[in-house]
């Protein structure tokens, strides 16, 4: 393996435009919870080990339990979870594997009924920002310390 550049030091100002995305979602009217449960499932799903360590313990922190940290990669299979949790859950997948249709019309329309649109469109740029930064971790090979 070779040894990577970070994106911050070799392009600082591309970063600052990350970082800004991530302060954008910071002010939103997400809950803690929301916003980590949909870091983790997309950096599951994109086998980001640096952003899921991360995100895991920020979890951790926010008073998420460990047994539904630990479920949530089979969360179809467990009770565990809230309807607007499931919902969020379906949508992280839908995005983060968009190459299979992204969102359904269905999926969608459930999300309407559960989230103001101002709600909504917070939890898709969560979805979108998270992608992004994985596929940032996995492209230069950080690695949880």
């Known amino acids: 393996m070779t040894n990577r550049k970070t994106i911050n030091s070799v392009e600082p100002k591309a970063y600052e435009g990350m970082l800004m995305l991530e302060k954008y979602l910071n002010e939103s009217l997400l809950t803690p919870i929301h916003k980590e449960f949909i ?3 997309a950096s599951q799903l994109n086998g980001c080990g640096y952003c899921l360590d991360m995100h895991c313990q920020d ?3 926010y008073g998420e339990s460990a047994r539904r940290l630990l479920a949530l990669a089979a969360w179809r299979e ?3 979870y809230t309807v607007e949790e499931r919902v969020i859950l379906e949508m992280t997948e839908a995005v983060t594997l968009i190459h ?3 969102i ?3 999926l969608y329309t459930k999300a309407q009924e559960l989230f ?3 709600y909504l ?3 898709i740029m969560a979805m979108v920002i998270i992608n992004a930064w994985n596929r940032i971790g996995v492209a230069t090979h950080l690695k949880a310390k």
Do not use: P, V, W
């Open 121 to 123: 469109a917070q939890l």
């Open 78 to 80: 467990t009770e565990l």
């Open 39 to 41: 870091k983790i499932r």
């Open 116 to 118: 103001d649109e101002k």
């Open 104 to 106: 359904s019309d269905e």
């Open 100 to 102: 299979q249709g992204g």
């Open 59 to 61: 979890a951790l922190k």
